[in-house]
């Protein structure tokens, strides 16, 4: 299975617009270095300067990439062969190529150290190809998606993933998302694609690990408010229970519940994470994005056959789960502070 209908941008023009985009930047580059070095003392810790070398690294890579979507599609007979298992074989590996470049550069422009908050059983887990795997992921901060895929890559895994549609308007993840097992959730109509979710799940083999994101979207505290607003407009008795939630969002249990009723016998990973600034607004890049700072993952994993039967039964025991990602948070957040 292919991915969803992307976000309606012609592809041809989301790839002009991108290599315009690109040509316009590195042209620039040397006026916007002085204008960033200019900017940096009033920012701290040189971020202007980091994000400009990340921009211009990301635009980059992002054309190198679409021209080997190119270069795949003339290799898999001019389309014909996408579809193949040795075609997916290339793109999780340009997938990889991409992705990896990113997260080197990335945490060596802006100094972070990524690692794991439990003695290495997390990473254990999610590398163990012997069995397929759901991941249930924390959703807050600066690309927690692309540093997710990527360490599911880099442990041997062929992530499924569903996204927000909105992602595929980048020419990279459009192009890709259409030829790997990708859902695109939209803005609206979420319900729609509650069927493909468990499809996507149904057709997992070993190795597989399909990446959902509780959450719907990425945290802020207007969205928090919303959410929370919502869920006791439903159902009071879980909006009770979801009400003392501080960093994270309530789960949208639909398409949750579509991937672990619709999933083979497996593990069931929680991935939480913190450390990722908790950027709202883009003016805020400026000042929460990661610098000189520590990226923990934290991990805990269930066996599937263990969970609850369903319904609402298993939209509780998510609520518990994500109240005890809420709790982790506070404690790395603590933990991170008192270092410093």
């Keep these: 299975m292919t991915g969803r209908k992307a976000a309606k941008l012609p592809r041809g023009v989301a790839v002009i ?8 930047v590195l042209v620039l580059s040397p006026g916007l270095a002085v204008l960033a070095a200019a900017a940096s003392p009033l920012c701290g810790r040189r971020r202007p300067i980091r994000i400009l070398v990340l921009a211009i690294h990301y635009l980059v890579h992002d054309c190198l990439t679409v021209l080997a979507c190119a270069g795949l599609w003339l290799y898999h007979g001019c389309g014909r062969r996408l579809h193949t298992d040795a075609a997916r074989r290339h793109h999780y590996r340009l997938a990889w190529w991409f992705l990896d470049r990113l997260y080197r550069r990335a945490t060596a422009v802006l100094e972070v150290d990524v690692a794991y908050d439990d003695s290495g059983d997390g990473e254990a887990v999610l590398g ?13 901060g600066v690309a927690d998606s692309f540093l997710i895929v990527r360490e599911l890559l880099r442990l041997g895994r062929q992530p499924r993933i569903v996204m927000d549609e909105r992602l595929s308007l980048d020419p990279v993840i459009g192009v890709l998302g259409r030829r790997l097992p990708v859902v695109f959730v939209p803005a609206h109509g979420r319900h729609r694609v509650v069927a493909e979710i468990s499809r996507l ?36 008795r879980r909006g009770r229970r979801v009400e003392r939630l501080r960093n994270v969002l309530p789960v949208r249990p639909a398409g949750t519940l579509a991937a672990l009723e619709g999933a083979p016998a497996g593990q069931v990973v929680i991935l939480g994470h913190q450390g990722m600034g908790r950027i709202e607004r883009p003016v805020e890049i400026f000042r929460d994005l990661p610098v000189e700072a520590r990226i923990s993952l934290r991990v805990w994993a269930y066996e599937s056959e263990d969970l609850p039967p369903g319904g609402d039964q298993l939209v509780s025991w998510l609520d518990e789960r994500w109240a005890e ?16």
């Design 325 to 340: 990602v809420d709790r982790w948070i506070d404690s790395a957040r603590s933990r991170s502070s008192s270092a410093a």
């Design 128 to 140: 163990d190809v012997t069995r397929p795997v759901v991941v249930l992921a924390r959703h807050g």
């Design 201 to 236: 799940a149904a057709g997992m083999a070993d190795g597989d690990a399909l990446l959902i994101f509780p959450e719907g979207g990425n945290f802020t505290r207007r969205r928090r408010q919303r959410r929370i607003a919502s869920v006791h407009r439903r159902d009071s």
């Design 17 to 24: 617009i991108l290599f315009v985009a690109t040509g316009l």
